[in-house]
């Protein structure tokens, strides 16, 4: 077998092939993405009776670069667990673990055939055995975590103050989440540093239409509605606004740019806003639910908005059960608040089989779950859904209602250390 050869691109190639198919038999390391593999992570050895050769791996170089997959944490996991922080008065101490999957042994022999690039000609029968676990290996997760329980590679950033391009600042009684510097740079690239603040982020009207003039530069309108996505992180308050000029990336049009000025004129007044996560006794879950769609018949139009409340109570099923997991059990039944009376009422009842014998049994979780007593769903005047800054276009009083009702709100005084 050859000497070792690291693989490094200093300028990307235009074809990951034609770089690795000039390479002699199978490297002693390995490039992944920007970091070099110190470490042998396989070498050949001919492929015994019991090969567990992962299939996937034969396939051509392009059609895995098309099938990668990064495991990222939810932002509502983020969110939840900050809020627990922030009530429990738990410690919040950030690490960055460096390359964790990548430094995992194997307890057992795995083996997978030449990749494509890698292939030792003289030798096309031999498979690679592992000797490290990689990304997309079943048992990567495991190694990892195994290693990590005794040491692994890391850097300690002490107490949270800076993640993810979000600032957070901590008192005794509130954790305070702000993307006031990524914000700014997005209105940079869109210079619009100093334009004029708008109360609201969206107008009263009906959603965005199809007709107007292409706008000029739709690789930067794609990129700013981008950018305002990630902020709804801790700004949820526009996130109706961006959800509607993101339907239009694929053929924006200038009542759509319009659109997205409007979002950006309200962010400029209201940079200093955070999410506010404070401190709280309450131990109780509470769910808003609203839906909104087309002119459709009465009985479809409460078949929707059922499964708008399935979809609901299924994902506060999986709030209760991360909560579970982080040792603050829900001592109560999940509230979920509906504006729409026989929606309320269908929830609870289980006789009505005349109207709702074609709905799909799998919404019914409602009912099963209403009652075993873990969720009630209630009825709330639409005076009160706070989910219709989800859903429309609010005037400037009810809009700054509602988002002072999901803790969007300016601090009440400068606060040391924002970024």
């Known amino acids: 077998m050859s000497s070792p050869t690291a693989v490094a691109f200093t300028t990307g190639p235009s074809s990951v092939a034609g770089p690795l198919a000039n390479l002699a038999p199978l490297s002693s390391c390995y490039y992944a993405g920007p970091t070099l593999l110190p470490v042998a992570y396989s070498h050949l050895v001919v492929q015994p009776a019991y090969s567990m050769a992962q299939p996937n791996l034969a396939a051509p170089i392009a059609q895995l670069i098309d099938e990668t997959f990064s495991p990222v944490v939810k932002p509502s996991t983020i969110r939840t667990v900050m809020s627990l922080a922030a009530s429990r008065h738990w410690p919040i101490h950030q690490l960055d673990v460096k390359n964790a999957f990548l430094h995992g042994g194997l307890s057992r022999t795995?083996?997978?055939?030449?990749?494509?690039?890698?292939?030792?000609?003289?030798?096309?029968?031999?498979?690679?055995?592992?000797?490290?676990?990689?990304?997309?290996?079943?048992?990567?997760?495991?190694?990892?975590?195994?290693?990590?329980a005794s040491y692994i590679t890391q850097a300690d950033l002490g107490p949270i103050n800076y993640f993810l391009g979000i600032s957070v600042i901590r008192d005794s009684s509130a954790l305070f989440l702000s993307q006031k510097k990524y914000v700014i740079e997005i209105l940079e690239k869109a210079h619009m540093v100093s334009c004029n603040p708008s109360r609201t982020p969206v107008d009263t009207e009906s959603k965005l239409c199809v007709d107007g003039d292409p706008v000029s530069d739709p690789t930067l309108y794609q990129s700013l509605a981008g950018s305002l996505q990630y902020h709804t992180f801790t700004r949820p308050d526009i996130f109706y606004a961006?959800?509607?000029?993101?339907?239009?990336?694929?053929?924006?049009?200038?009542?759509?740019?319009?659109?997205?000025?409007?979002?950006?004129?309200?962010?400029?007044?209201?940079?200093?806003?955070d999410l506010q996560l404070f401190s709280s006794s309450t131990t109780n879950l509470v769910a808003i639910m609203m839906w909104i769609g087309l002119v459709v018949p009465p009985i479809e139009d409460r078949l929707q908005e059922y499964r708008c409340v399935?979809?609901?109570?299924?994902?506060?099923?999986?709030?209760?059960?991360?909560?579970?997991?982080?040792?603050?059990?829900?001592?109560?039944?999940?509230?979920?608040?509906?504006?729409?009376?026989?929606?309320?009422?269908?929830?609870?009842?289980?006789?009505?089989?005349?109207?709702?014998?074609?709905?799909?049994?799998?919404?019914?979780?409602?009912r099963d779950l209403v009652a075993g007593g873990q969720v009630r769903v209630l009825h709330v005047p639409s005076r009160y859904q706070f989910a219709d800054i989800f859903t429309k276009g609010l005037p400037s009083a009810l809009f700054e209602e509602f988002r002072s009702s999901l803790s969007v709100q300016s601090p009440s005084a400068p606060t040391t250390g924002e970024c």
């Open 110 to 148: 795995v083996n997978m055939h030449q990749p494509l690039g890698f292939r030792d000609y003289a030798h096309p029968d031999y498979v690679c055995l592992l000797q490290r676990s990689l990304y997309g290996l079943k048992q990567a997760h495991r190694a990892s975590f195994q290693l990590f």
């Open 242 to 273: 961006v959800q509607q000029v993101c339907l239009r990336m694929h053929d924006p049009r200038e009542p759509h740019l319009s659109a997205l000025k409007r979002i950006l004129w309200y962010i400029q007044g209201t940079l200093n806003y």
């Open 310 to 366: 399935a979809n609901v109570v299924a994902e506060t099923c999986w709030l209760r059960n991360l909560l579970r997991k982080l040792h603050t059990p829900l001592s109560s039944a999940i509230l979920v608040y509906c504006d729409n009376v026989s929606v309320v009422y269908l929830s609870s009842n289980r006789v009505q089989h005349q109207r709702t014998k074609h709905f799909e049994i799998d919404i019914h979780i409602v």
